[in-house]
């Protein structure tokens, strides 16, 4: 089951940046370093065109440096992309930025010509805590909840850096596009989507049976167990033993052992994950592709 937003909101954000996009010289698109295909917006591509466009995989405190690396070259791969690595809450490497976007753009800069960028992304990738290092102060922030948020806002922050950059985050909000069912698991599992349809346990199920099989190790070691369970369902029953999740009769609470598996990968207690390499998502879209 895969997640929907509001029905013809893709349309709608579709035209709002269209018509700013005139108005930018360069695109920082940023995603989530653990999920860098489910956190990305096709549209990003679509709208940018011909114009450079730097990816910072955010959040890379919180990614496997080895998968994150994966994604660096599949990236770098791409026309006019420069890939980068980043955890914007890091002052001194984010504030690097805005040299990349001038050696990109050489032909600009200065205060005459100074350069447009736009910065786009979904929700909870990390755009405002950027947009706030960058600027050196905590700007305020559009509401991005699915509740709370229906329409596509036009609200936007623009600060100057440096006298040369005018940098401006998304008109609007740009909710992400999802085809493949796994995605929309990803996303939930992350906490890139916190409100979504899909049931608390299922996003936990989904999780152990990825961390069974590509982090066997770090399960063992976190929840103390002597051997990795081989299901996910198996993993949930070890954490709620562990921890006492039990409901009367002795029952394990599923409930309780999934919050605190969602909750260990989220604040880093598992260590460094990523959640989708290039070479799955590659096998993942033929499958799509193919009507399976
Ligand atoms: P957005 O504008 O794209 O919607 O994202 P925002 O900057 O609000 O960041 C969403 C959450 O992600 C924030 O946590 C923020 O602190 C966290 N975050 C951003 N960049 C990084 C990073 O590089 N590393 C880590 N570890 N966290 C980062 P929050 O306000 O606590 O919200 P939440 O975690 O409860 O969603």
Same mark, same amino acid.
């Given at each position: ?33 653990? *999920? ?8 990003? @591509? ?15 405190? =919180?990614? /496997? ?27 001194? @490497? ?9 050696? =990109? =753009? ?71 596009? *999802? ?13 890139? *989507?916190?409100?979504?349809?899909? /049931? ?24 103390? =167990? ?67």
């Amino acid at each position: 089951m895969a997640v929907q937003w509001y029905p013809g909101h893709m349309n709608k954000a579709r035209k709002i940046i269209r018509s700013s996009m005139k108005e930018v010289d360069l695109v920082i698109e940023v995603m989530d370093a653990r *999920i860098p295909f489910s956190s990305e917006n096709p549209l990003v @591509k679509e709208l940018r065109q011909h114009r450079p466009c730097i990816k910072i995989l955010n959040k890379e405190d =919180l990614a /496997d440096p080895e998968v994150t690396r994966l994604w660096l070259g599949h990236f770098e791969k791409e026309k006019g992309v420069k890939a980068q690595a980043l955890s914007v809450l890091e002052k001194a @490497k984010t504030k690097r930025l805005p040299d990349l976007c001038r050696k =990109l =753009l050489p032909e600009r800069g200065g205060a005459v010509k100074s350069i447009r960028v736009m910065i786009m992304g979904i929700p909870n990738v990390g755009k405002s805590t950027l947009i706030n290092t960058l600027a050196g102060k905590t700007l305020a922030k559009v509401g991005d909840e699915p509740a709370v948020t229906k329409h596509v806002s036009s609200a936007q922050q623009r600060i100057i850096l440096d006298g040369d950059i005018a940098l401006s985050d998304t008109p609007g909000i740009l909710w992400p596009k *999802i085809e493949n069912e796994n995605s929309s698991y990803r996303l939930a599992v992350t906490g890139a *989507i916190k409100n979504t349809a899909i /049931d608390f346990e299922d996003i936990a199920l989904f999780a152990a049976e990825y961390l069974v099989d590509a982090y066997e190790d770090r399960v063992v070691e976190r929840y103390k =167990l002597k051997q990795c369970p081989t299901t996910d369902i198996g993993l949930l029953e070890e954490i709620g033993r562990k921890r006492g999740c039990l409901r009367p009769g002795g029952v394990i609470d599923l409930q309780r052992a999934s919050e605190i598996l969602i909750h260990d990968i989220r604040s880093g207690a598992l260590g460094r994950l990523s959640f989708e390499t290039p070479e799955m998502i590659a096998a993942e879209t033929a499958v799509v592709e193919g009507g399976e």
